[in-house]
């Protein structure tokens, strides 16, 4: 089945430095979504791409769709403290009955 | 707009007995999806219900079930608990399924003892 991975799992950076998590999928998909999860919360949608290389920017976030729609990232110019939490991708398989599979996540923690 | 409300929003439970999670959708939401979240597995697909049809499953045992009413409100249920199963089970919706973006609730952390 359609497998999703993130890397990294975890990163901790300084606040004020840039951080990027990474997600593949073992299968084209037709869209990509980005969630983010605060520490005891749940995860709230924050965008999604649909083209083959499109790029969106919400204020410091960059999100990037790539050319072979197998992959995706989201970076983080000049982290702050209300950037903490999990990242998670998800992709909706192109296959079928489209279904969304979240990526594995990666915790992001800022050191003040 | 009231959300996604998920209850209840603690569980204990034993090994062996049954349990039933509720979720009642964005007004006007027909889609619900279920997800189990544990801290080291992230978020498994459990299924998904669309105008009271199961349109997707993931790979989760026939312990695992749902349902979806005519008012899109969900339920599901685990039966024959093992201590494996406690989690986070997080309950999303959208309008339409497949390509819309989730909303998801609080979620219900099942605690078996």
């Known amino acids: 089945g359609q497998q999703v991975m993130q890397i990294p799992q975890y990163q901790h950076v300084q606040e004020g430095e840039d951080f990027t998590t990474y997600c593949n999928s073992s299968?084209?998909?037709?869209?990509i979504q980005w969630y983010k999860q605060r520490p005891g919360g749940h995860p709230v949608f924050l965008i999604q791409?649909?083209?083959?290389?499109e790029v969106k920017k919400q204020k410091r976030l960059t999100f990037q769709f790539g050319e072979a729609k197998k992959n995706s990232s989201l970076h983080i110019t000049a982290t702050q403290t209300t950037d903490v939490g999990t990242y998670f991708c998800a992709g909706l398989s192109n296959f079928g009955n489209e279904k969304l599979t979240f990526g594995t996540g990666t915790r992001l923690t800022i050191i003040p | 707009k009231a959300g996604v409300t998920q209850t209840p929003r603690y569980l204990i439970k034993t090994r062996g007995q049954q349990v039933t999670l509720s979720c009642s959708p964005i007004s006007g939401h027909r889609s619900v999806s279920w997800y189990q979240q544990t801290p080291g597995q992230g978020l498994q697909f459990l299924f998904e219900?669309?105008?009271?049809?199961?349109?997707n499953k993931g790979n989760f045992p026939g312990r695992f079930s749902g349902r979806q009413f005519s008012n899109s409100r969900s339920e599901m249920n685990v039966s024959t608990l093992e201590l494996g199963d406690s989690a986070l089970y997080l309950c999303a919706s959208s309008f339409r399924a497949g390509r819309e973006k989730l909303f998801f609730g609080s979620g219900t952390q099942l605690s078996v003892l």
């Open positions: 791409l649909v083209k083959s290389g």
């Open positions: 299968t084209t998909l037709s869209n």
């Open positions: 219900y669309f105008s009271e049809t199961q349109r």
